[in-house]
């Protein structure tokens, strides 16, 4: 195989990445964006094997080529076969994880041997520029692995190992730390680009894996969605300073796309949160606040009734928006309530759903369930395109949904003050279905639920609009 062939190839797959990206910028037109993703990434990983095959020459080459594909395509199926929908924030996370730590393995092996990798001639030094593009990458991906790998477990909320758990960890002098080990990284990058000395690739990985955990771990779990989005930028970076290294086309061009990509996303999403973008990248926001008010609630009394009610009122509306949230994914309640709206909507309803660009643990989860369920794009608007309704709304119904319908956003001093809400609670009754009276992922009580206006209708969000179904005449 020609090198011309394999840049023509690369290019091919780069128009198809960019391509998904189009194509995932809006629900109707996913499904030909991740098909678009799909050929792209088939054809740079059949082209990579042919070259790999045709530099490693023979039978041996090919096995190891095809043993590489059999592992990581069957663990890629299994994993997609097995996942639940609550559980794909963790696995986004850990895909991130694996991008970085491929990135760390990639780097080390060029630096051991860079003749393999066509960086330089057998015996020779790498040159300069390389050692600097080696040594970012590597330190990049070293920060996206242990930073993923906290990630994983404040998604995960199972484990009670403290570092992931939900509640920030923060202490004196951390982000002059973060900044001692940054300038410490650069230092020992200096020196590998100076002498491409064993011992300063190992201590730029070994501060790029410490640096990882130290930036996550102040982070409260409110903002967890904000840091897979800027851990994937992270991820898309360290391919693309190894593509550099490399000079393989295919890796820069899609390292840029993802990191690019995420940054420009998590720049959104810092906007809807009213965060701080180089807070992000920086690490440590949203959490003093929250643990205190976490501590700080109070038992309340609330006006609770059952399915059976809610279904009255819903009934005998002439609009209703549903705003869905973590809640109704943990029951995977998305077939249900697509049966309830279309009851309603048989019934002269006007029933539309209201999404928060943070809703859930990932960003557009509740989107994705949506579109699982089939439901109408046409019913589906974003927070800004829906808020001013609220108003004129005859019945909010919230499912699971907490932080992205909470006042306290509204209350100076709150760990999401600031932050745009979907404002449910100027519809003229709200019904709010939760499993108990837990605070969010903010640690924040919620105002909304002691409203007059408010019926809590307690129990799993399934099982709850099953029953409204059953029960809407």
Known sequence: MSMDLVTILYLVASVCFIQALKGLSHPTTSIRGNVFGMVGMLIAV??????????????LGLGWVLLGLLVGGTAGSVMAQRVEMTKMPELVAFMHSMIGLAAVFIAVAAVAEPWAFSISGHGQPIPGGNRVELALGAFIGAITFTGSVIAFGKLSGKYKFRLFQGRPVQFAGQHWLNLGLGLLAVFFIVGFWHSQSWLDIILVIALGFALGVLLIIPIGGADMPVVVSMLNSYSGWAAAGIGFSLNNAMLIIAGSLVGSSGAILSYIMCKAMNRSFFNVILGGFGGDAATAAAGAQEQRNVKSGSADDAAFVLGNAESVVIVPGYGLAVARAQHAVKELAAKLTEKGIDVKYAIHPVAGRMPGHMNVLLAEAEVPYDQVFEMEDINGEFGQVDVAIILGANDVVNPAAHVKG????????????????????????????????????????????????????????????
């Open 414 to 473: 709150t760990a999401i003050y600031g932050m745009p809400i979907l404002e449910a609670y100027k519809a003229k009754t709200v019904i709010v279905n939760k499993r108990s009276m837990a605070a969010g992922y903010a640690g924040l009580d919620n105002e909304l639920f002691y409203m007059d206006k408010t019926m809590m209708v307690f129990g799993d969000a399934k099982k709850v609009v099953e029953d409204m179904t059953k029960a809407v005449e």
């Open 46 to 59: 059949l082209t990579t094997a042919a070259l790999i095959v045709q530099l490693a020459g023979g039978a």
